[in-house]
């Protein structure tokens, strides 16, 4: 590389603009971003309806029934994440831009954690009650939904990157990346199960943080290869 | 090979059928492409692969004497492309999009008002992109090129939706683009008045 070379826009500035656009866009229509949260609120507020006032069933099935709420509400937010870049033709604009694909879809992919992942963090204190599950569980069910939270954003951004380009890409996607989203599930709600029962929950905590790392650090690039493909 | 852009027997197949075979073109600073061809003939194909949209079945494309595939970002830093999907998002107003473009690419630093102005589209600036008609966004696109600085302008078929004064516009730009050196490929079907050289290609 020569020192004539003209400068090239950076790489942090590309990838918080087009964070800033999504939350922006996001601000503008908030019916899309409350649907999962309302959805996760829904949930887990009508099971233990269902099932019952039992103290002793809802203490057992709380971690469970959250976790698998929270997974579904992801999935939910997940399929509009790319379609609409890729029908107005900006994906396209971001595919030639110079900053890299990887960090313009990590900018998108952290859009979509505060506003689906987040919400549903914040929320989860206040659903875990109708569960009766202690302030002290609380916290570590937080812990693991943050981390759980950010995996399944990323995550699920390579599925919805490579189902962008074929119209009822649901299912597709759900079976994408179900797969990979088992572990956190499992270990996601085994180690709120184990904080409720007073046991050390440091494994599972350390195998989700784990997890987010390398997601975190492997996605980006998957989900630009992804794009790419799709948008030919 | 001296060209700044030059493409070596580019070859392209969509399913079965073959596009083009074995094309091959170079273009200079000052210079314009011109892609001809009915509708279906691979135009925008064409030009889809040149910018690096579409991988090409073999062949390669050169950007000062380098393959282009080698250095993606340095070549993307250079070309700002505009296609039938404007890529705006309808819910922003022009200038909120044209803000965020410009973190996308290389900045001319150019104001954005004159060059609103020059396009004559400074009065719906405050107005999502969603009430634009079809050719006032396409003037949106227009302003995007302007504000970028970057040498290779890509237009596939760029006066669609425009009226006659827009169409005068936008050759108007192209010619003072190429006159500050700059290069422009268009892919264009409808007869468009052009007065000065290019270089055509013509797709079966």
């Known amino acids: 590389m020569t020192d004539n070379q003209p400068e090239m826009p950076g790489l942090g500035r590309g990838m918080m603009a087009v964070a800033k656009r999504d939350l922006f866009l996001a601000w503008k229509r908030p019916g899309d971003v409350l649907n999962p949260l309302f959805f996760f609120a829904m949930v887990a507020t009508l099971f233990p309806l269902a ?87 609380m916290g570590v069910l937080m812990l693991t939904l943050l981390l759980g939270t950010i995996s399944l954003s990323l995550l699920g951004s390579i599925g919805a990157a490579l189902t962008v380009g074929l119209h009822r890409g649901t299912a597709l996607l759900s079976l994408l990346i179900l797969p990979l989203a088992m572990p956190l599930l499992i270990f996601g709600a085994r180690t709120v199960s184990l904080a409720a029962a007073g046991d050390v929950v440091a494994g599972g905590l350390y195998f989700l943080a784990a997890y987010a790392v390398l997601i975190v650090s492997l996605a980006p690039f998957a989900i630009a290869a992804a794009l790419r493909i799709s948008n030919e | 090979m001296t060209a700044k852009l030059t493409a070596d027997s580019l070859t392209l197949f969509r399913g079965e059928r073959c596009l083009f075979e074995n094309l091959s073109f170079a273009l200079n600073p000052g210079e314009l492409l011109l892609l001809e061809g009915c509708n279906g003939s691979g135009k925008t194909s064409l030009i889809r692969a040149i910018a ?87 003037r949106v696109a227009l302003a995007r090129m302007l ?26 730009l192209v010619s003072e ?28």
């Open chain 2, 177 to 204: 683009h190429l006159a500050r050196g700059g290069m422009v490929i268009m892919a264009a079907h409808q007869d468009i008045q052009i007065d000065f050289p290019v270089h055509t290609i013509q797709l079966q």
């Open chain 1, 51 to 137: 099932v019952g006032p039992s103290a002793e069933q809802l203490e057992f099935s709380g971690p469970g029934v959250l976790w698998v709420a929270a997974l579904l509400a992801m999935l939910l937010s997940l399929n509009s994440l790319f379609v609409s870049d890729f029908e107005d033709g900006s994906l396209e604009q971001m595919l030639v831009s110079p900053v890299p694909l990887a960090a313009l879809s990590l900018g998108k992919t952290i859009a979509h954690w505060l506003t689906s992942g987040l919400p549903l963090v914040i929320v989860a204190p206040i659903l875990g009650m109708t569960f009766r599950m202690p302030a002290s569980v």
């Open chain 2, 52 to 138: 690096g949209l579409i991988e090409l079945e073999s062949g390669e494309i050169y950007w000062d004497e380098q393959p282009v595939r080698r250095q993606r970002q340095v070549f993307n830093n250079e070309l700002v492309w505009m296609a039938h999907r404007v890529g705006f998002k309808a819910d922003l107003s022009l200038v909120e999009n044209l803000r965020f473009e410009s973190a996308l690419r290389r900045d001319s630093r150019h104001d954005l008002d004159d060059i609103l102005t020059r396009l004559n589209i400074n009065r719906l600036k405050r107005l999502p992109v969603r009430s634009l008609s079809a050719g006032q966004q396409r």
């Open chain 2, 147 to 172: 504000m970028s600085a970057a040498t290779l302008w890509m237009m596939d078929e760029p006066v669609t939706n425009l009226d006659r004064e827009g169409r005068s516009l936008v050759m108007t």
